[in-house]
T-cell receptor
Framework: DQQVKQNSPSLSVQEGRISILNCDYT??????FLWYKKYPAEGPTFLIS?????DKNEDGRFTVFLNKSAKHLSLHIVPSQPGDSAVYFC????????????FGTGTRLQVTL | DVKVTQSSRYLVKRTGEKVFLECVQD?????MFWYRQDPGLGLRLIYF???????EKGDIPEGYSVSREKKERFSLILESASTNQTSMYLC????????????FGPGTRLTVL
């Protein structure tokens, strides 16, 4: 039972344009959400997070939006750069648990010149 | 900077062998995690530990065991390796704090022949 889903396995965007990566979840207990970025042969690195008490969090070129009623979050990257090409994982947590994250299946973003 | 290291980047083992994957973190984190990453399946939690000698099963613990004798070290053990355990194994650690991020090691690519 996949509680966190990323329905687009891959996405290709031109440099300078907006990249939008989507994530859906089913467990209404989740109240904290994160995005991780992963390059080949490296471990995932934390990118940005959002608590369920907010609907938007921004950090430089990266913005995460949360729509609790739709159980949907998205990551916007503006403008996209070639160095953003990586696999992006969304993750969800219930802060009442012992630090456990549930990850999505990942979306491979390719930023083309 | 948090540093999570894993004992091997690449490992090749034979079916039936006992395999040890080691993970060490240098930031005095209480919580440590083992995941495996497979194409189309994302990161799946195998086991985690929230304190020395404490462990809890994740989503896919079958065929694995863990050991945490010291705070900084978390070992994943494959008692009798099988070909379906060929995967990328990722270790992570985090402080106890509901919104603290997990920090990942570089991963071990295990191939079981």
């Amino acid at each position: 039972d996949q509680q966190v889903k990323q329905n687009s396995p891959s996405l290709s965007v031109q440099e300078g344009r907006i990249s939008i990566l989507n994530c859906d979840y089913t467990n209404s207990m989740f109240d904290y959400f994160l995005w991780y970025k992963k390059y080949p042969a490296e471990g995932p690195t934390f990118l940005i997070s959002i608590s369920s008490i907010k609907d938007k969090n921004e950090d430089g070129r990266f913005t995460v939006f949360l729509n609790k009623s739709a159980k949907h979050l998205s990551l916007h990257i503006v403008p996209s750069q070639p160095g953003d090409s990586a696999v992006y994982f969304c993750a969800a947590a219930w802060t009442g648990t012992a630090s456990k994250l549930t990850f999505g299946t990942g979306t491979r973003l390719q930023v083309t010149l | 900077d948090v540093k999570v290291t894993q004992s091997s980047r690449y490992l090749v083992k034979r079916t039936g062998e006992k395999v040890f994957l080691e993970c060490v973190q240098d930031m005095d984190h209480e919580n440590m995690f083992w995941y495996r990453q497979d194409p189309g399946l994302g990161l799946r939690l195998i086991y985690f530990s929230y304190d020395v000698k404490m462990k809890e099963k994740g989503d896919i613990p079958e065929g694995y065991s863990v050991s945490r004798e010291k705070k900084e070290r978390f070992s994943l053990i494959l008692e009798s390796a099988s070909t379906n355990q060929t995967s990328m194994y990722l270790c992570a650690s985090k402080r106890t704090g509901s919104t603290d991020t997990q920090y990942f090691g570089p991963g071990t690519r295990l191939t079981v022949l």
